[in-house]
């Protein structure tokens, strides 16, 4: 199974257990958040929405937040001495699809627990 979600101006085809980055959404690391604009759910029979699929929607973990490469804007004029130099980077967040979701249910996974916790306290 697999959705087709939209999200910060953009579509992302998205199956369980992908991590994609998108920009940045409101939500603390490690919780689980719904993205509801779901405009295909695909599979046996698959369902296009007009514009999205009621009653669908994606639930996905925030893994990070963190911030795009640097992206120069230089603009010159020549024989005016004239330059101007700005830089930004995006606001990303980093997302693992935990599952997808018809018909209006609510998410039954939590979020994963961190590898290095749990190998930390098998150590000791």
Request: charge should be positive; glycine fraction near 10%; proline fraction near 6%.
């Amino acid at each position: 199974m697999f959705a087709v979600i939209k999200t910060g101006g953009k579509q992302y085809r998205v199956v369980p257990d992908d991590v994609l980055e998108v920009g940045k959404i409101a939500g603390e690391v490690g919780t689980i958040v719904q993205l509801n604009e779901v405009l295909v759910v695909g599979g046996d029979t698959p369902v296009l929405g007009v514009p999205t699929v009621a009653g669908a929607s994606v639930a996905v973990e925030v893994l990070d937040h963190k911030r795009g490469p640097k992206v120069i804007a230089f603009k010159k004029r020549r024989r005016k001495n004239s330059r101007r130099k700005r830089g930004y980077r995006d606001e990303i967040t980093v997302l693992r699809v935990s599952e997808i979701l018809t018909d209006g249910a609510k998410p039954t996974k939590g979020p994963r627990p961190k590898k290095e916790k749990a190998a930390k306290e098998a150590a000791e």
